[in-house]
């Protein structure tokens, strides 16, 4: 070895590695809306990562705090702004729960077919975003494409595609011709062959597996540690889901199953079970809405019980709903009157997106994205 | 396990530092005493099963009489996967001052629960290991969810409370 090269090669022994912050966001497009990250890096590895959240504050709370019960629902529906309903309904329940009233069997059955439907598009829309984020670019379409079905469903019974404000204190806001129940039936029967459609696309691709497997692991006791819920946690093999275990609304009545992540390409608790989970509830949710409207019968859409300024007695409640992203809660504390005295939300993606800088930990750098994306957060109902 | 079995073990094991119960409510509680409140939920996990956090909530209970002027924080806990297990626990702290134990060596999830609460409320989590603000700029004056907070009527340039 010539003196030069002997020269060369203890220089590489001595490559001292620097420690590198590297920041993320807040603009960024696998951040799906305002979120930063600062990740300190070692070469390509994640030693840490540092989540700064509050860009889309606007203080959900105080404004409940200043408006009556009715006139909060809309802001409900700016929280999880995929699955509005979902939001509607949560905030809908507890109000009705401190006011102890009896909603009617059909105005129930209306909520469980556009919660799902909701349901599907939200998660519709986070396995096309994830194959984005990764680089698959045609399933984001084909995603779109039936993500705009369930929209123009929800948009002809209600008149809104994303903030619906539709499920109010006490039923809904208006009725569901049979028109519109039918309209729900033909995208069940379309929609139930799209799934092999799109696990063509993306859940059997190779290069999806390889970049979504065996990344990210979460374990079950982090997952319920970091109060994690919804996909995330049944990801990590934990069979919880709300609808289940403790349900609400009619759910007691539907036969559906709970699926949680086995680790079919890796590890249980890794990105591709917690994308897979998602892509399994969607076919459940279709259960569900064909169910409903098998048993659906004719009857009043609301309560006559609730006038226009809703007034629960005084007291406090906390209710949760299984949404798109797992518990959403509200705690609500009534004085009596007919504004709230306080509202707290449980939203599930705060939650989740905590866990981040565990899951980051030891990943490569590239991967940091693709872990990002099988949280499915959005950031409406984390800086609520 | 019942709500009366649940206080009646609480009360055992930690005497009168569980301040009150109410169990004929929605939530059934128990108040609890603010210093001790980090041992109580530590006991609730590793001995009642309690391994879920489900929400902590800071609370402001000042009302417009000005009756009282004492601030809260309510936990709510559950246990995955049994969701039949449920339990709330409360603190009712001083206005001024407000000071109370953390819980986030018990649960992890109440690390950023109890940042909210710090940012929104101004309750002092005493041993959190990063107790900054979460949703609001780190340069913001005052503690929004109080009753008595008035938003600033400047911030960077950007006027407020205009007519």
Known sequence: ????????????????????????????????????????TDGEIVTDAESHIGYLHRCFEKICENVNYTMATPYTDR?????????????????????????????????????????????????????????????FLYCFRDREKVLTILETICGQRLNYNYVRIGGVAYDMDDAMLKMCGEFCKYFM?????????????GIFIQRTANVGILTAEQAIDFGCTGPVLRGSGIKRDLRKD?????????????????????????????YMVRMREMIESVKIVEQALSQIEAGPFKTDKIKAKPKPSKGDAYTAVENARGELGFYLISDGSDTAFRLKCRSPAFSNVSVLHEMCRGAMVADVVAIIGSLDIVMGEIDR | MTPQDIASKLKAKFGDKIVAETLDVHDPFCQVDPMSIA?????????????????????????????TDDLGVIYHLGAIPDA????????????????????????STADWHEREAWDMFGIDFVGHHNQTRILCAEDWVGHALRKDYKSPDEYHGIRNNVV
């Open chain 1, 193 to 205: 062959p799209r799934v092999m459609e799109y696990n063509d696309l993306l859940t059997y691709n």
């Open chain 1, 246 to 274: 403790a349900p609400y609304s009619l759910y007691d009545r539907f036969d559906f199953e709970v699926p949680v992540g086995a680790g079919e390409a890796g590890t249980v608790g890794d990105c591709f079970d917690r």
């Open chain 2, 84 to 107: 039949s297990l449920l339990f709330c626990l409360k603190v009712i702290l001083p206005r001024t001052g407000a000071k109370v134990a953390t819980v986030e060596n018990v649960w």
């Open chain 1, 1 to 40: 070895m010539s003196e030069v090269n002997q020269m060369q090669a203890s220089k590489q022994g001595d490559v001292a590695s620097e420690e590198m912050l590297l920041n993320m966001g807040p603009q960024h497009p696998s951040t799906h809306g305002v979120f930063r990250v600062v990740i300190k």
């Open chain 1, 79 to 139: 929280l999880d702004y995929l699955m509005a309903m979902g939001n509607n309904l949560g905030y809908a329940m507890s109000v009705e729960r401190l006011m102890d009233v009896e909603i009617p069997e059909r105005a129930s059955y209306i909520r469980v077919i556009v919660t799902e439907l909701s349901r599907i598009a939200s998660h519709l829309l986070a396995i096309g975003t994830y194959g984005m984020d990764i680089g698959a670019i045609t399933p």
């Open chain 2, 39 to 67: 041992e109580v939920c530590a006991f609730m996990k590793d001995e009642l099963g309690f391994n879920y956090l489900r929400c902590l909530s800071g609370v402001d209970y000042m009302d417009k009489k000005k009756t």
